[in-house]
């Protein structure tokens, strides 16, 4: 298992892709990327790991910055079983890059 790092602009998202958008709510629900879910970085938890089948590559990203690789460290210390990805760049550079972002109602 290991944690890799993409560009997110570069990246091509697999079908199903399991997305974690590590942002606290309110963040979230102003813009992020389609098919993220949001898993606030604070809730991060085995629990909430276990749900996810172990084969999943788990993709993470924040706005930028050094929050996303830290939730990745996060999970991997909860389980290194599996593969984690970290989106740089976060949803300011898919903003940025034209990639359509959703917003919540």
Known sequence: ??????????????????????????????????GAINQPIDSLNAEILSQVAPDQTIYILYNGGSKAPRAAEKLESLDNTRDYVVLMGGTRAARAGGLALVQDA
């Open 1 to 34: 298992a290991m944690i890799r790092k993409q560009e997110i602009t570069a990246f091509e998202f697999p079908e199903n892709a399991i997305i974690w958008d590590v942002r606290d709510t309110k963040s979230f629900s102003e813009g992020h990327i389609q």
